[in-house]
């Protein structure tokens, strides 16, 4: 045997033997390339990840913000209710034309003749519909303003709103421009007055559904939405546990449970769309339950983060090490009072984290929701589960459809409130991690 | 095998004994990871054409200074090596040479075999191909014969070339990987404990096998093992806590040490 | 109301069981066999359970009974007409029952005797009623009512002796000997298993409800028509233009569906897996634990805004370059990639899907023993031909898995789609024109009204099985392939 020696195989007997050509440079030549490739595909990954936040948040940062005229306004009596009959027919104060108050008010500020009607009609436009409403309520609660001046904050429209914040190109033609050139000039007037200005817009945050973008905002779907997690909390946290601690700490091994096993695995890579299906034919169709309520959205969003829930438990249930279960039983401690009072409290952190990380993607979901009739024109605020709402990603969904300039603003600004909605779930759940994070 | 040759294999290596030729030349190596240090100053030589046996207790510090011979501990994040190893003439830890090429000359096996989840001809073929050693199929063929022919695995495995490396026993995977480390011609193997994963049988041929190679390689060996380092080994150092104790003589070291922690650690007191 | 009044049953039989216990005892624990809360729960269990048992029965069946009972006392010619008719009546019962519940009893006796006024009387109340009642359904729904206040009553009553039953025979039954503690224990164990046979339920769930409606759109489509048609143009569900049948062909939004993941996975197989072996092999783990997280950022943005992010930014500006470049090379400025195309959406899908190939391969790159590593290491391998020739060969099951499903993700992506992809259903190859998938029609054909008989609306319960029984297949064949895997390597 030891007498078949190779030449390739020859001892090294001698010193300073010449060196073999293994190719070393063209070899790190290629090792260098592969690295840059691997430098390259993550750059590629975070680049992306800056941009598509970059360009949300450059779109969406001036939503926060709303361009309002603030103006005297004279409620003057002849306008609201000529012939006094107030008293007699509370609907006059209903079906007042309050748009021309305010249109008067800022025609006022800016030196526009009421008679010049084209003039009065391009101030009319400046401003935002929603100032009807603004008004009317303001005069029905309390009917002794009329005849009183009071200076009033009002929306500006969307498209002023608009070439306030710089977004409309002012260099294109004016007939290609929702804003002509006049309006523009009235409103550098009025901003130089200071009757013109941004504030901060609380609207975004509270109103409910409009066809104007400037007096959109998404409190009905933050409502519903938080309906909806609260179901999901509700439901999908006592299920799945309950489902995860069968699972893992009494489940025999057999065919049975091997079969759960693969179905809860695949059921957490099930496209959400299908739960939506599911809540259309069952909840819907089958139970009647109401469209568009919240709490079909919560029932069908708990089924979709159920299986999330309980992969996570189970994971969070195996890191409780044996030693723990035999130190309990030994003491004389039933199955169920080791798992209750011992294993479960450990594995606690680990649950809550991966259902934070759960309830932040149902929060994030909007197919399924499309499918139950989330998607609603709400204007109202749901007051139970059972009532018409909208959820945070549907809004989003439906104001990407708006084909107005200023509701990309809107959508965008929708997005960051989203967006910081799911951080702050992100890095609670991070924080409870390293917290409660234990090495056995 | 016979006696004849192996004789004479014996004497040739005596006469090389008288005028010592060093392989490998360890100055004042000390391992560090991260703030713990796990070697303290060894000054250790690896002489050529002979085995060296590492022995010593567990954590003594004698598989890190193997992994040290080919820079292993390179891929260990936090390892941090000081002193000065020379392959030759070669300063293994200097920028020039490349630690590619070195391992190339310092072949390793390890101990647990680790055969690639590839067939058996693939496995030998690995190190030649990445290094580029044959130049076409025939040679290949060459190569991986005469590779499985030195460790003495031809015979068994020359019928299911194409099968896979991981089929193997325990005993015979670790000659696919003696095998698979000679494929690359290394003028030193490194071996981390070869024999503790396997059995008897296989621990016996796997130590003949390492005899055999003697005449052709340098060969450091760790074990755990006293008889067998007795058995396979000509020198033998003996490490504790981080550091070398003695270095001797196999011979001398079994029946005379000159350390008295040696003669403890050998008669068992401790370890 | 009546689960509270349950309730505060169930509470009181919970602490009458623990002082029964408790003196029993007689402040010995020892003595019992459980601990004296094992003995109260042992009672509240036995108070709620039976009365949430006949309280569920009851609101199942009573409502069958009911209309049973009303329907029974229709007069000849109304049980003749077609059932579609019968259930239009009993809906039209049912709102004049709803509307007598606001009259008050002389209107109500006014009505019954003339059923002619109660249209007229319920719209003075604010309720208005589809069409003029026959006089049968004025009693019907008089009847209607009056059962369903008896019914309540009775369930009421019933549910409450029921709990007042339960808690009184449990109690007498708390003896020192009484194993409480394993009775309590074997219904946590059996609402344990309950639950986790809610997983089970669902995929039951999902499959039969849309095995029915698909079969009900079988029944006026054929399935090879909509398995095998290459046009897809269902017309508009006009209710009552029954002949207009538009044609419902599944292939060219299946091929789309496809086409579009797999311009996404073009995207994401190569930067997810090498960003997954620069993290496994070469990064720190310093850069690891910054640049892990991040790209999983990427998995937890919604997708919504993924479909906005294609909308606004990447499908113009796609558009934009491709009339830039045509200007450039043949001086006609027209856009040859439309802002939504097969492209866009397929790009902005494959961002989203970074994170899922990276995380899923590093974990499978991971889980190759560095043994292997350290094995091709020690002959003197780079660190990229240790990769490319052992670790790859050695993950690829597993990474054919990762890929697998990250397919099927793809594969049931929708908001994006939705928003990027275009509605138009074509088949064609190239990827600067739109084309639609699976899930936008499914999508598109059920928002706004709905009619559950019409095939417009029907069709996308069968696209909805279809695309489940796609990505089901994908699932476990990739969950097979990934569990053999990790067996091999544990």
């Known amino acids: 045997m030891s007498q078949v020696i190779t030449p390739s195989a020859a001892p090294a007997a001698a010193l300073g033997r010449p060196r073999r050509d293994i190719g070393i440079k063209r070899r790190y030549a290629a090792e260098r390339r592969f690295r840059a490739y691997g430098i390259a595909a993550i750059l590629f990954g975070l680049v992306f990840l800056f941009i598509l936040l970059w360009s949300v948040v450059s779109k969406g940062y001036t939503?926060?913000?709303?361009?309002?005229?603030?103006?005297?306004?004279?409620?003057?009596?002849?306008?609201?209710?000529?012939?006094?009959?107030?008293?007699?027919?509370?609907?006059?104060?209903?079906?007042?034309?309050?748009?021309?108050?305010?249109?008067?008010?800022?025609?006022?500020?800016?030196?526009?003749?009421?008679?010049?009607?084209?003039?009065?009609?391009?101030?009319?436009?400046?401003?935002?519909?929603?100032?009807?409403?603004?008004?009317?309520?303001?005069?029905?609660?309390?009917?002794?303003?009329?005849?009183?001046?009071?200076?009033?904050?009002?929306?500006?429209?969307?498209?002023?709103?608009?070439?306030?914040?710089?977004?409309?190109?002012?260099?294109?033609?004016?007939?290609?421009?929702?804003?002509?050139?006049?309006?523009?000039?009235?409103?550098?007037?009025?901003?130089?007055?200071?009757?013109?200005?941004?504030?901060?817009?609380?609207?975004?945050?509270?109103?409910?559904?409009?066809?104007?973008?400037?007096?959109?905002?998404?409190?009905?779907?933050?409502?519903?939405?938080?309906?909806?997690?609260?179901?999901?909390?509700?439901?999908?946290?006592?299920?799945?546990?309950?489902?995860?601690?069968?699972?893992?700490?009494?489940?025999?091994?057999?065919?049975?449970?091997?079969?759960?096993?693969?179905?809860?695995?695949?059921?957490?890579?099930?496209?959400?769309?299908?739960?939506?299906?599911?809540?259309?034919?069952?909840?819907?169709?089958?139970?009647?339950?109401?469209?568009?309520?919240?709490?079909?959205?919560?029932?069908?969003?708990?089924?979709?983060?159920?299986?999330?829930?309980?992969?996570?438990?189970?994971?969070?249930?195996?890191?409780?090490?044996?030693?723990?279960?035999?130190?309990?039983?030994?003491?004389?401690?039933s199955k169920m009072q080791t798992i209750f009072h011992h294993v479960l409290p450990l594995a606690m952190p680990g649950i809550l984290t991966g259902t934070i990380i759960g309830l932040a993607h149902a929060l994030g979901e909007t197919a399924p929701l499309l499918l139950i009739g989330m998607v609603a024109f709400v204007a109202n605020y749901p007051t139970t589960p059972l009532d018409p709402s909208t959820a945070l990603p549907v809004q989003i969904y439906m104001w990407a459809n708006e084909a107005e300039r200023a509701f990309v603003e809107r959508t965008s600004g929708a997005i960051i409130i989203l967006l910081l909605f799911l951080i702050v779930m992100n890095v609670g759940a991070i924080l409870l991690r390293r917290r409660f994070e234990r090495r056995w | 095998m016979n006696m004849m040759s192996e004789a004479a294999v014996e004497k040739a290596l005596d006469q090389k004994m008288n005028d010592v030729s060093y392989k490998m030349v360890g100055k004042d190596v000390s391992v560090y990871y991260g703030e713990k240090r796990a070697l303290f100053d060894v000054n250790l030589n690896v002489r050529e054409n002979t085995v060296t046996a590492l022995i010593g207790p567990s954590g003594c510090g004698k598989s890190t200074f193997l992994r040290c011979l080919n820079r292993m501990n390179d891929t260990i994040e936090s390892c941090r090596v000081t002193g000065r190893i020379t392959l030759d003439t070669d300063d293994i830890y200097d920028p020039s040479i490349d630690v590619v090429e070195l391992r190339a000359r310092v072949g390793m096996v390890f101990q647990k075999p680790n055969p690639f989840p590839k067939s058996i001809y693939e496995n030998i073929a690995y190190g030649p191909r990445i290094h580029g050693l044959a130049r076409n199929k025939a040679d290949m063929d060459q190569i991986v014969e005469a590779s499985l022919q030195r460790a003495g695995l031809w015979n068994e495995a020359k019928d299911r070339l194409q099968e896979s490396g991981t089929g193997l026993s325990g005993g015979q995977q670790q000659r696919l990987c003696i095998a698979r480390a000679i494929a690359v011609s290394p003028e030193v193997i490194l071996m981390d404990e070869p024999c503790s994963a396997l059995d008897p049988i296989a621990t016996a041929k796997v130590e003949e096998l390492i005899h055999e190679l003697r005449s052709n390689y340098t060969i450091v060996i760790v074990t755990h093992s006293m008889q067998q380092a007795a058995r396979v080994s000509q020198r033998t150092a003996m490490f504790h806590l981080g550091q070398l104790v003695e270095e001797n003589d196999t011979d001398k070291m079994f029946t005379n040490p000159d350390d008295q922690r040696t003669q403890d650690y050998i008669m068992g007191r401790f370890g | 109301m009546l689960l509270l009044t349950t309730a505060v049953i169930a509470i009181l039989g919970y602490l009458a069981g623990t002082r029964r216990a408790l003196a029993l005892s007689g402040g010995r624990s020892s003595t019992m066999h459980s601990r004296p809360g094992y003995y109260g729960s042992f009672v509240a269990v036995w108070t709620a359970l039976p009365a949430l048992l006949v309280l569920a029965a009851w609101l199942i069946i009573s409502p069958a009974v009911i209309n049973n009972v009303v329907r029974s006392d229709f007069p000849a010619e109304a049980l003749a007409q077609s059932s579609a008719t019968q259930s239009l009546n009993f809906g039209m019962i049912e709102g004049i029952a709803r509307g007598l519940n606001a009259l008050s009893p002389d209107e109500t006796a006014q009505a019954e005797r003339n059923p002619g006024d109660l249209r007229a009387l319920m719209g003075g109340r604010g309720v208005a009623i589809a069409g003029d009642p026959e006089p049968y359904m004025v009693k019907a729904a008089i009847d209607l009512n009056r059962m369903r206040m008896l019914n309540s009553w009775g369930s009421t009553v019933g549910v409450l002796i029921v709990a007042v039953l339960g808690a009184l025979i449990s109690y007498r039954l708390i003896a020192p000997r009484f194993r409480a503690r394993n009775r309590v224990e074997h219904v946590i164990l059996g609402s344990l298993i309950l639950a986790s046979s809610i997983a089970i339920l669902t995929t039951v769930g999902i499959v039969a409800s849309m095995l029915t409606e698909a079969t009900q759109f079988f029944h006026a489509i054929p399935a090879w028509e909509f398995f095998f048609g290459t046009v897809w143009d269902p017309r508009f569900a006009a209710a009552g233009s029954g002949g207009s049948e538009g044609q419902f062909g599944l292939v060219p939004l299946l091929l789309g569906t496809l086409y579009i993941g797999f311009v996404a996975m073009l995207f994401a197989v190569p930067v997810g897996l090498f960003s997954a072996i620069y993290m496994a092999e070469y990064a720190s783990p310093r850069l690891r634990s910054v640049v892990k997280p991040l790209l999983e950022v990427l998995a937890g943005i919604p997708t919504i805004v993924y479909g906005f992010f294609a909308l606004t930014t990447v499908g113009p500006f796609l558009r934009d370059i491709s009339a830039q470049i045509a200007g450039l090379t043949t001086g006609n400025y027209t856009s040859f990639i439309q802002a939504q195309s097969v492209l866009t959406a397929g790009f902005v899908m494959g961002i989203m899907l970074i994170p899922y190939v990276s995380s899923l391969s590093d974990d499978i790159i991971t889980a190759v023993p560095r043994a292997m590593r350290d094995g091709s290491l020690g002959l003197g391998a780079t660190r990229s031909e240790t990769v490319k020739r052992v670790i790859l060969p050695a993950a690829l099951p597993g990474i054919v898995g990762a890929i697998l499903m990250t397919a099927s993700r793809a594969i049931g992506e929708t908001m994006i789609v939705v928003l990027a992809a275009g509605v138009a259903a074509r088949m064609q190859i190239n990827p600067f024109e739109p084309m639609t998938t699976v899930t936008v029609k499914i999508v598109n054909q059920l928002t706004g009204d709905l009619e559950f008989t019409s095939p417009q609306t029907l069709v996308a319960f069968a696209l909805g099985i279809t695309l489940f029984a796609i990505t089901l297949c994908l699932n476990i064949y990739a969950l097979y392939i990934v569990r053999k895997y990790r067996e091999q390597y544990e």
């Open chain 1, 63 to 333: 939503a926060f913000q709303q361009t309002m005229i603030t103006v005297p306004i004279e409620f003057s009596e002849q306008l609201i209710d000529p012939k006094n009959e107030r008293a007699s027919n509370p609907q006059k104060l209903l079906t007042a034309n309050y748009p021309v108050l305010a249109r008067n008010a800022v025609a006022k500020v800016l030196g526009v003749a009421e008679t010049d009607r084209t003039a009065m009609r391009d101030v009319g436009l400046m401003l935002s519909d929603s100032v009807r409403s603004q008004l009317r309520d303001l005069v029905v609660a309390d009917p002794s303003i009329i005849g009183k001046t009071q200076p009033v904050r009002l929306l500006a429209s969307g498209d002023l709103d608009s070439a306030f914040k710089g977004q409309i190109n002012l260099s294109v033609s004016e007939n290609n421009r929702k804003i002509s050139d006049r309006q523009v000039g009235w409103m550098n007037q009025l901003s130089e007055k200071g009757v013109l200005a941004k504030h901060f817009n609380t609207g975004i945050f509270f109103n409910g559904a409009s066809s104007r973008p400037e007096a959109a905002g998404v409190g009905v779907a933050l409502i519903g939405s938080f309906y909806m997690m609260l179901i999901v909390l509700v439901l999908a946290l006592p299920i799945g546990v309950a489902a995860s601690i069968y699972l893992e700490e009494f489940a025999p091994k057999n065919r049975f449970t091997d079969l759960i096993e693969v179905n809860i695995n695949n059921l957490a890579a099930v496209p959400s769309i299908v739960y939506g299906l599911l809540g259309l034919a069952v909840f819907i169709n089958f139970m009647g339950l109401p469209r568009s309520a919240s709490l079909i959205g919560g029932l069908v969003l708990t089924l979709m983060t159920l299986p999330t829930i309980i992969i996570a438990t189970r994971a969070a249930l195996k890191a409780v090490p044996p030693s723990i279960r035999a130190a309990a039983l030994g003491l004389g401690a």
